[in-house]
């Protein structure tokens, strides 16, 4: 089982939609769970970060988490085409030194 | 800010040569990271600095490879002998200590 599994898409939805993705995790002592947005070439860059149980917004990313269920997700609203990506979920474990697990990234479409 | 500042951007080398790529960090940030990413996967941990220490290695980083960072500032990674399954993006992130990761843009290595 891998530590952090993600559906490796492609996910394609339409402009204006809500995309959802879903990561799930294997190690319950996880504690920071980031997503991760990388487009084709380019680098991944921190898009949200979420520590504690809960919904965390930011503009229109909300981040979800649920340590008991060892799930976490992104949603985007309002889906736009520049939002066109791969998504990567990570996670850090505690005396890690903040070592980052990254999921394989789910790709997605947001279609015109 | 200037951001983290990876150089080359690209390396294409024949097998069994050695390269070495370098990595300037955000200068406030006192841990730097490598990572290793191929295509269709999420980056795998190589190996973490605190300042001038280096405080984790990964399984992956086999003897053939070597980190540096001298007096805490930049970093350096070498690969000695490549090998064409060292052909990867090689990224470097850095970080102050209760934050998400800032990536540099990558060294993208092709062996050939």
């Known amino acids: 089982q891998k530590e952090v599994e993600q559906n490796s898409g492609p996910l394609s939805v339409p402009e204006g939609a809500i995309a959802s993705l879903n990561c799930t995790y294997s190690?319950?002592?996880?504690?920071?769970f980031f997503w991760y947005r990388q487009y084709s070439g380019k680098s991944p860059e921190l898009i949200m970060s979420?520590?504690?149980?809960g919904d965390k917004e930011d503009g229109r990313f909300t981040a979800q988490l649920n340590k008991a269920s060892q799930y976490v997700s992104l949603l985007i609203r309002d889906s736009q085409p520049s939002d066109s990506a791969t998504y990567l979920c990570?996670?850090?474990?505690?005396?890690?030194?903040?070592?980052?697990?990254f999921g394989s990234g789910t790709q997605l479409t947001v279609l015109p | 800010d200037t951001g983290v500042s990876q150089d080359p951007r690209h390396k294409i080398t024949k097998r069994g040569q050695n390269v070495t790529f370098r990595c300037d960090p955000i200068?406030?940030?006192?841990?730097l990271y490598w990572y290793r990413q191929t295509l269709g996967q999420g980056p795998e941990f190589l190996t973490y600095?605190?300042?001038?220490?280096?405080?984790?290695k990964s399984r992956l980083l086999s003897n053939r490879f070597s980190a540096e960072r001298p007096k805490g500032s930049f970093s350096t990674l070498e690969i000695q002998r490549t090998e064409q399954g060292d052909s990867a993006m090689y990224l470097c992130?850095?970080?102050?200590?209760?934050?998400?990761?800032?990536f540099g843009s990558g060294t993208r290595l092709t062996v050939v």
């Open positions: 979420i520590y504690s149980n």
């Open positions: 200068s406030e940030h006192n841990r």
């Open positions: 990570a996670v850090t474990r505690a005396g890690s030194a903040r070592q980052l697990t």
């Open positions: 600095f605190q300042n001038e220490a280096q405080l984790e």
């Open positions: 190690d319950r002592v996880s504690q920071s």
């Open positions: 992130a850095s970080t102050r200590q209760d934050y998400g990761y800032t």
